[in-house]
């Protein structure tokens, strides 16, 4: 077993390639549900994004298929939250409106909910949990925000989910119009994996 393979608890390609351009030249290699053939349907019940990210890693951990036994699990839970819409859809971002709904679709209905209102009350951001489970099961967990605001209309095809309608006012243009690099510099996913690879690498086993 190579000890710097991590499985993630995700079949979400997009995630997967992203985890893996944000944890590039780390020394870690990342492996989905999908590529070591594990087919698990996990049901979301936590009420945080921690709770949610903790549930499915150790479902996953404690459903490796007998080659992979020992490979440490790591798991993410992420939203996006609008402070107008008291904070929806947060934990629920992927089922909001239906889990096979279009994004397109989503992101224009939050517009809507916002038409009218000024930049300054279109406050939002996106949440990230980690958490990564050991074999010993052991868990460590880290969390980020990723601060913005909900654009007047959604532009940009980089990213996915509600990257473009997520205002970064700092550059002056959305999450899907940034290149890969900068958001994965400044994001909230980006930000709580390099947090969980400080703390991995600072463990004396080297994992």
């Known amino acids: 077993m190579d000890k710097k393979t991590i499985v993630f608890a995700t079949g979400n390609a997009n995630k997967v390639r992203e985890v893996r351009e944000i944890m590039q030249g780390t020394g870690y290699e990342f492996v989905s549900l999908k590529d070591i053939g594990l087919v698990l349907d996990v049901e ?4 945080t994004y921690l709770e949610n990210a903790r549930i499915k890693a150790r479902a996953v951990a404690e459903n490796l298929p007998e080659e992979y036994a020992g490979y440490l699990v790591m798991s993410d839970d992420s939203g996006f939250e609008v402070d ?5 859809p947060g934990i629920y ?5 239906g889990e096979d709904t279009p ?6 209905a939050i517009i809507d909910k916002l038409e009218g209102v000024p930049m300054e009350q279109r406050s939002a951001r996106f949440c990230c949990a980690v958490v990564c489970v050991f074999p010993d099961g052991h868990e460590v967990d880290t969390f980020a925000t990723y601060e913005g605001a909900v654009a007047y209309e959604a532009k940009g095809t980089n990213g996915f989910g509600y990257d473009p309608i997520f ?4 550059y002056g243009m959305t999450d899907g119009e940034l290149p890969p ?14 947090m969980m690879r400080d703390i991995l690498e ?3 086993d080297g994992i």
């Open 93 to 97: 971002s992927s089922r909001f409106m």
């Open 84 to 88: 107008y819409l008291d904070r929806q």
């Open 167 to 170: 205002w970064v006012p700092q």
């Open 181 to 194: 690099e900068v958001k994965n510099t400044i994001g909230h996913r980006g930000k709580a994996l390099r």
């Open 44 to 47: 979301e019940t936590g009420q």
């Open 103 to 108: 994004y397109s679709i989503k992101n224009q």
């Open 202 to 204: 600072g463990r004396k």
